[in-house]
């Protein structure tokens, strides 16, 4: 496990530290977290499979499957709202868990989405944890080699190079 801390002054340093942790094609996950929040990455072969934060997750992903019911009506509030009952656990302090990418892949399961949709929901999902994470100043950060995600299916590998300059 590395554990590194740095200040303020590096406030862009997350990305390279991502960067660079994905460069190395690990399998694991990339923590990040400042005084109040999460930010965890979730890597494969350096590849990234799935981002989530501390903040609100879920209602991150309901506001995301609020907008694809547009193009899939069957993802409808009581859905949703199973959603939640099933996975959300607001005693859960560790973002590791990721019963965000649990409930994407029961919605796979069932069919409510196919895995290219999920795949777009997950790079969509990701572009918003990205874009929260852009506002830290100073932060630590853990890299673990261990993979919680093993037993889920995968539904995108996201090129970090390509996916940060967009």
Not at 51 to 75: C, D, K, M, T, W
Not at 143 to 154: D, G, K, M, T, V
């Amino acid at each position: 496990m590395m554990s590194y801390c740095f200040q303020a002054s590096q406030t862009l340093l997350w990305h390279r530290i991502l960067l660079e942790t994905a460069s190395q094609k690990l399998t694991g996950y990339l923590s990040i977290t400042d005084a109040a929040n999460d930010w965890t990455f979730y890597l494969e072969q350096g590849k990234l499979i799935y981002a989530s934060s501390s903040l609100n997750p879920f209602g991150r992903l309901e506001r995301h499957l609020r907008y694809l019911q547009v193009q899939i009506p069957a993802l409808t509030c009581s859905v949703r709202a199973q959603i939640r009952l099933l996975f959300e656990t607001f005693t859960n302090t560790d973002i590791r868990q990721c019963d965000d990418y649990e409930a994407i892949c029961w919605l796979v399961k069932l069919r409510y989405l196919t895995p290219s949709q999920a795949a777009d929901l997950i790079a969509a999902l990701t572009k918003d944890v990205l874009e929260t994470a852009s506002q830290l100043h100073a932060v630590e950060y853990t890299c673990r080699i261990e993979n919680p995600l093993a037993c889920f299916p995968r539904f995108c590998g996201l090129d970090l190079c390509i996916f940060l300059a967009a």
